[in-house]
């Protein structure tokens, strides 16, 4: 779409307003424009996240309260070496770094022997592949064993794609409620200094026929209250529609209670300080039918999108003190 494009949705965005008390007056195509323009240089935000924040709601001081791209990669850069970051970006190595946090089998299809696929496949009723450096739910596929797979082309398929290979998680009923086609997810992001910090935390839910939870393919997010685990925000997309119910399966949104709470932050804690060579990582966390908490991934480059989208509350001044304690006793 292009800018002009955009600056129309907002402007219909702004029309609307339904989730509001108080509707905003139209602004020019011009006027938009401009404010983003002032907005891109000077607190370092794309127009997708101008759009998603929405700045044109904003005076300068609730502006500077978002993280913006600029910012994040200068978080990024401080936290995460380079030479780290292979750790959470290569699927494969990570599994194998947190084996004892995932709970379900998992298999490195480039380095697997023709009889280690077979018995992988044999063992599970339905897998996952996943290219091993893939992003934003991007090749990934459930693949269900009713005995008639074609095992010897699958094996090729997976060693020249470079895939890693997972058991389905069998989701927590409650979560599932939410979205039976695809794993529910916590995006959990924390950083490491001294102790574990919590930033911010996400629920991420599927939409329609998709396997996937991500909020960049078609997915919910919501934003999840720390302290007691519970979801104080509607959901939204990415197309900026917002959800008290579920558009597919009527569950409410706003109000939703993570099983097992205590234990998903304990959980994503223990992962932090398992991973001392990053200071800061998104986990995506998932709850298995017997309440087990466990990870999908690790991210060493987590948009901030999902973290301050639904909640339409920057995290720039909750980020800041500890960032900066971090670059100076890196000096």
Not at 198 to 220: P, S
Not at 293 to 321: F, M, R, T
Request: glycine share 6%; aromatic share 12%.
């Amino acid at each position: 779409m292009s800018i002009i494009g955009k600056i129309r949705k907002i402007n219909k965005q702004i029309n609307m307003a339904k989730a509001y008390d108080t509707p905003l007056k139209t602004m020019s195509t011009w006027a938009i424009f401009l404010d983003y323009i002032v907005s891109h240089y000077r607190y370092g935000v794309s127009f997708t996240k101008y759009e998603q924040y929405e700045f044109y709601r904003l005076n300068n001081k609730g502006k500077e309260s978002f993280v913006g791209e600029r910012y994040g990669e200068e978080i990024y850069n401080i936290c995460n070496p380079a030479s780290a970051r292979s750790i959470t970006g290569d699927k494969s190595e990570f599994n194998k770094r947190f084996a004892a946090f995932l709970h379900r089998r998992f298999l490195d299809a480039e380095n697997a022997s023709f009889e280690e696929f077979c018995d992988f496949v044999n063992s599970v009723d339905k897998y996952i592949s996943k290219p091993f450096y893939g992003a934003s739910g991007k090749g990934i596929e459930i693949i269900i064993n009713d005995g008639s797979l074609p095992l010897e082309k699958l094996y090729q398929q997976y060693k020249s794609e470079k895939c890693t290979l997972e058991e389905v998680v069998r989701q927590h009923s409650e979560m599932a409620a939410l979205h039976p086609e695809s794993v529910n997810t916590m995006r959990i992001a924390t950083i490491l200094h001294d102790d574990v910090y919590i930033m911010g935390a996400a629920l991420r839910i599927g939409t329609g026929k998709e396997v996937v939870d991500n909020f960049h393919k078609h997915g919910i997010v919501a934003c999840i209250d720390i302290e007691t685990g519970i979801v104080k925000s509607t959901g939204v997309n990415f197309e900026h529609q917002r959800f008290i119910i579920h558009p597919d399966t009527g569950k409410q949104i706003v109000g939703f209670v993570i099983p097992n709470w205590e234990a998903v932050v304990a959980t994503v804690k223990k992962a932090a300080r398992a991973l001392p060579e990053m200071k800061y990582v998104g986990w995506d966390v998932a709850i298995d039918y017997a309440g087990n908490v466990l990870l999908i991934e690790g991210n060493s480059i987590p948009d901030y999108d999902v973290l301050q989208i639904a909640s339409q509350e920057g995290l720039y001044y909750k980020y800041k003190p500890l960032i900066d304690k971090i670059q100076a006793e890196k000096k």
